[in-house]
């Protein structure tokens, strides 16, 4: 038996399901390699005798009979095991002492295109990705059908390959960014990456940013007007979703499927996400400031029924709203953790008893639980939950400096977000930056 054959079947000795078969193809005797939880190896064996029996009446070479099958490949032990890992199907033939990789007839492991579960479409295409990296690239080159959409594909990690695809518009994209991009993930070839803040460190991004730097969907839609946007889709094996590079402020106010309404329409959805946001920055600390640092603002109507809902509450303003929005923090991550079937009745039921009791017990005041409800469903506003995860992150710092410096500290805490956005690139593209594409024309 050859040497190579001996070392992968001491590598896979211990696994059931490892196959090592012996078979004939045009009389040469091969023996065959692979996963029978990967390859469905009847099927396999079938689609190939039924192809040599096709090609069995024309006179071919040996590179041509081994071409049949698959890429022929050099003896590298950790080529052929690696192979083995994606779900191919080795062949070795002996009378040539040579190994093919050959595609096989895979198991169906993938579930099939459903609606997507973390974003809502309205008036748009209800298809999303799903696992599998091919299927994923497929879908994207159907709604952009263009001989300038290119994929660029790269294997990182040492123990566990993982599959990588770049999706780029050669005639939208800065190449610059593109080369960047792909600089940076051969660099790393060895790093693991099993989940986005694996790839985050591979692409060399800084762990503690606030903001992600890439921006994630599920809708092919979404990905395909990126593309067109001039920016980069990487999609990694086993993961369904496309991260989109660079992610940009104005990604978190604008969504495709809006161009599916009027012109009004549409500007004015945009034009509520960003009031969402303001509200999600401002109004919690605005409450903080005029009751506990600037009262003198308000008029006296409005002082004074403050002053009343605040009535025998004992805690401070900042340890009131502070101790409210906690709990609802709780509330969000809850929904977001039960079943679908029972977390919107437990959490609806749960805010409306507790908000109650907690006013009852003298705790916060009724208007705290108005303003900081409203909060909440303004931050719901904005596009994708990391962005407004992002958003919920940033009030707390906006509540402690309007605490300690009344309006002037939202003002401060607001000069501090801006700045820290402006600091913030990718790959040299500033993280406020409306448009990347190439002729800087109106794609979004």
Request: proline share 4%.
């Amino acid at each position: 038996m050859n040497p190579l054959i001996k070392e992968i079947t001491a590598k896979f000795l211990n696994n059931d399901d490892f196959f090592l078969q012996q078979d004939y193809f045009m009389n040469n005797s091969v023996i065959l390699m692979g996963f029978n939880t990967l390859v469905d190896l009847t099927e396999s064996r079938e689609a190939m005798h039924m192809y040599i029996e096709k090609a069995i009446s024309v006179n071919i070479t040996e590179e041509e009979l081994l071409s049949l099958f698959g890429e022929v490949k050099e003896s590298d032990i950790n080529v052929l095991i690696s192979s083995i890992l994606q779900g191919k199907l080795i062949i070795f033939f002996a009378k040539y002492n040579k190994f093919v990789v050959s595609q096989p007839i895979p198991k169906l492991l993938n579930r099939f295109t459903e609606p997507p579960t973390n974003e809502n479409v309205l008036q748009g295409p209800l298809s999303s990705f799903v696992e599998d990296i091919e299927q994923n690239i497929g879908i994207v080159r159907k709604q952009v059908s263009t001989d300038q959409l290119f994929v660029k594909s790269v294997y990182v990690g040492k123990d566990e390959k993982k599959k990588i695809s770049l999706l780029y518009c050669e005639n939208y994209v800065q190449m610059e960014l593109v080369n960047n991009i792909v600089r940076q993930l051969e660099m790393n070839l060895d790093k693991e990456v099993h989940n986005l803040q694996n790839l985050s460190k591979t692409m060399g991004f800084s762990a503690w940013e606030s903001f992600s730097k890439f921006k994630t969907t599920e809708l092919p839609l979404e990905a395909a007007q990126c593309l067109r946007m001039g920016k980069v889709v990487l999609f990694v094996d086993r993961l369904p979703l496309a991260l989109i590079l660079p992610s940009l402020l104005w990604d978190m106010f604008a969504m495709e499927n809006d161009r599916n309404y009027p012109l009004p329409l549409m500007l004015s959805v945009r034009f509520l996400r960003i009031i969402g946001v303001l509200m999600t920055l401002i109004v919690p600390a605005l409450y903080v400031a005029l009751v506990a640092v600037n009262p003198e603002v308000l008029r006296i109507e409005l002082a004074l029924a403050v002053s009343q809902s605040r009535d025998s509450v004992p805690y401070p303003a900042l340890v009131e709203i502070l101790l409210i929005l906690v709990i609802l923090e709780l509330i969000v991550e809850a929904s977001v953790r039960l079943p679908k079937s029972i977390g919107p009745t437990i959490t609806m039921v749960g805010g409306i008893i507790l908000g109650q009791a907690i006013v009852a017990a003298k705790l916060v005041s009724n208007l705290i639980l108005i303003i900081l409800a409203a909060t909440t469903i303004a931050n719901s506003t904005v596009v994708g939950f990391q962005n407004s995860l992002s958003i919920r992150l940033f009030k707390y710092l906006i509540v402690v400096l309007a605490a300690m410096y009344g309006v002037l500290g939202i003002l401060a805490g607001l000069v501090l977000v801006c700045a820290y956005l402006a600091s913030l690139n990718t790959f040299g593209v500033p993280y406020i930056q409306i448009n990347v594409a190439k002729d800087r024309s109106n794609h979004g």
